[in-house]
């Protein structure tokens, strides 16, 4: 069974960064594509992005387009989120996953219902 351990999170003023990680344990992180999901108080968790494990492709929630990047280091079995020009409202709790199947790819991959291992979450607070 895969472990994720997420980290990075913190307090940064709106139009700050972070960059969050997520280390997996296991041998097999390589093979199965990563997702990041993020829960703020009161609301249901929210799809964030994706990356692919066969050719990289990253994807994104339309609400961090163009500010967020996901990216992932196979020698390092870490997954990572640049945060950019963040807002008060990407204010939640952030989640990394590993995609239960390998053939799940794509935009399958905005679904939670795919992820079949999770981090404990990091706190990401963006003060106004």
């Known amino acids: 069974q895969v472990q994720l351990v997420e980290s990075g999170g913190g307090l940064v003023q709106a139009g700050g960064s972070l960059r969050l990680s997520c280390a997996a344990s296991?041998?097999?992180?390589?093979?199965?594509?990563m997702g990041w999901f993020r829960q703020a108080p009161g609301k249901e968790r929210e799809f964030v992005a994706a990356?692919?494990?066969?050719?990289?492709?990253?994807y994104y929630a339309d609400s961090v387009k163009g500010r967020f990047t996901i990216s992932r280091d196979n020698a390092k079995n870490t997954v990572y989120l640049q945060m950019n020009s963040l807002k008060p409202e990407d204010t939640a709790i952030y989640y990394c996953?590993?995609?239960?199947?390998?053939?799940?790819?794509?935009?399958?991959?905005?679904?939670?219902?795919?992820?079949?291992?999770w981090g404990q979450g990091t706190q990401v607070t963006v003060s106004s």
């Open positions: 990356i692919s494990w066969s050719d990289g492709t990253p």
């Open positions: 296991g041998r097999t992180f390589n093979s199965y594509s």
């Open positions: 996953a590993k995609a239960a199947q390998r053939q799940t790819v794509g935009w399958e991959l905005s679904r939670g219902s795919r992820y079949d291992a």
